[in-house]
């Protein structure tokens, strides 16, 4: 079973920088996506993943995240990476990892094991 860990998340002032970690563990046999979700406390969770990863490195972004945020992979530690730049008080949410079969996906629905979150809280 796909097991997964984040951490990283911290309270930041608006144009600040983090990097958020999540170690993943109990990989299956076959390709694979990693992705990046967030959710806003209240509201309901942003249905798709703000970034993306495949097993050959293959990176998806979405649109409000483009050009600040950076997805990237620790092959050997088998640890996945959000490296967010310009951060504003929009980007405030709980972020999760997840884990999905097949080739790069940004569809929630596509992710079937998800870490516990970790919160990141951008101030003006």
């Known amino acids: 079973q796909v097991q997964l860990a984040e951490s990283g998340g911290d309270s930041v002032q608006s144009g600040g920088s983090l990097k958020l970690s999540c170690v993943v563990s109990?990989?299956?046999?076959?390709?694979?996506?990693l992705g990046w979700f967030r959710q806003v406390p209240g509201v309901e969770r942003e249905l798709g993943a703000i970034?993306?990863?495949?097993?050959?490195?293959?990176?998806s972004y979405a649109d409000s995240v483009k050009g600040r945020f950076t997805i990237s992979k620790d092959y050997a530690k088998n640890t996945l990476f959000l490296q967010m730049n310009s951060l504003t008080p929009e980007d405030s949410a709980m972020y999760y990892c997840?884990?999905?079969?097949?080739?790069?996906?940004?569809?929630?629905?596509?992710?079937?094991?998800w870490g516990q979150g970790t919160q990141v809280t951008v101030s003006s």
């Open positions: 997840a884990h999905a079969m097949g080739p790069v996906t940004t569809r929630h629905v596509d992710y079937g094991y």
């Open positions: 970034a993306g990863i495949s097993d050959i490195g293959t990176t």
């Open positions: 109990g990989l299956p046999f076959g390709d694979y996506c």
